[in-house]
């Protein structure tokens, strides 16, 4: 068959690395995130004062909103409670111990880019290059394991955004946590210097994917960072290593492995993770509902580094030669 005869391009291969980790106390008390929504709403202002509209944007200090016959601006502050029409919460944030999940209104790709491009990072082994993604503001992240094999430190590199654009920093030595192979994904922890914020992403519900559904994806292929590809999901349960896959549209290089695959909520609803060489438009990513997994239960994949085994990868052994007969 022809795909049988394609080889399986990875963005990466590195070496495999730990480091104890340590338990992270959960935040009981969600958030309200002030984020831009097309949804028809109920502000709350107390008192039994209610208004109704189409949301056309959020800040951190206010909310426009369609009433009708008359755009208001409504102070932050003011509004008790948001909600759609048919009760359901908007904006807020449930966290986890090492990730978040967020009620997040549709967006457009240039929305999302520029709401979560902060919270991608790239990862640089000694073997070469991937992405990643912040999940926790203590600089927890997420990548491929096939991005960090091998190695027990990686550098990563952030792109915070100041009044002139982006400035890049390169956090070094940061440290592999906890790593599965199966899985293809590990849990790298970087110590982000104290005069920076860092920004992480939300991640989102993998099973209401559906195929057809527009995605899009921030990462470094071939080194070239900050960029946004996007497309569609062709297959959502493509088996490939044992496990379903999403298959997508979306262009994948190397250095977009380990990077987020966003749906139009800006959710990470998968990570990117491999195409075919020399094929357009069959791409593979994981989908979150492992990242999920693999972060809910990271002591089971944690790496214990008193072990003088890890990190190093040994050579088979020869083979003995067979016996000639006669």
């Known amino acids: 068959m022809l795909l049988a005869t394609l080889a ?3 963005c990466l291969q590195g070496p495999e690395a730990s480091s104890p980790p340590q338990r992270q106390e959960p935040q009981p ?24 509209g189409r949301v056309l944007r959020a800040t951190e200090q206010s909310i426009l909103i369609d009433v009708g016959f008359d755009v208001l601006k409504v102070p932050l ?25 967020a009620e997040l209104p549709e967006l457009t790709v240039t929305e999302g880019a520029k709401m979560m ?22 600089g927890w992240l997420v990548t491929n394991f096939h991005v960090v094999d091998g190695e027990v430190e990686v550098d990563v590199v952030v792109y915070p955004v100041t009044a002139g654009g982006f400035e890049p920093r390169t956090v070094r030595k940061c440290k592999v946590m906890a790593i599965s192979p199966v899985l293809d994904l590990a849990l790298v922890k970087m110590e982000p210097p104290k005069d920076l914020q860092l920004k992480t992403v939300y991640l989102g519900d993998s099973d209401k994917m559906r195929v057809g559904d527009a995605v899009y994806a921030i990462g470094a292929p071939i080194g070239l960072d900050r960029t946004v590809s996007s497309g569609i999901i062709s297959v959502t349960n493509r088996t490939f290593a044992g496990r379903c896959h999403f298959q997508i549209t979306t ?10 695959l966003f749906n139009l909520r800006g959710e990470v609803v998968g990570v990117n993770s491999a195409g075919y060489t020399g094929m ?15 972060l809910d239960n990271r002591d089971a994949f944690a790496l214990d580094t008193t072990r003088s085994e890890n990190g190093v990868h040994y050579l088979p052994a020869p083979r003995k030669l067979a016996k000639k007969s006669g």
């Open 280 to 294: 357009q438009g069959l791409n593979f990513a994981i989908p979150a509902k492992y990242v999920i997994d693999f």
């Open 77 to 101: 502050a003011s509004v008790l409670r948001r909600e759609t029409v048919d009760g359901r919460r908007v904006g807020v944030v449930e966290r986890r111990p090492l990730w978040s999940s």
């Open 251 to 260: 262009p994948i290089n190397p250095g977009n492995s380990g990077g987020p």
């Open 29 to 52: 008390r969600p958030e309200v995130a002030e984020l831009p929504s097309s949804d028809v709403e109920v502000l709350d202002l107390g008192d039994g004062c209610k208004l109704q």
């Open 8 to 10: 399986l391009s990875f």
């Open 117 to 138: 491009g902060e919270a991608v990072v790239k990862v640089e082994a000694s073997g070469g290059l991937g992405s990643g993604f912040l999940t926790h503001e203590d």
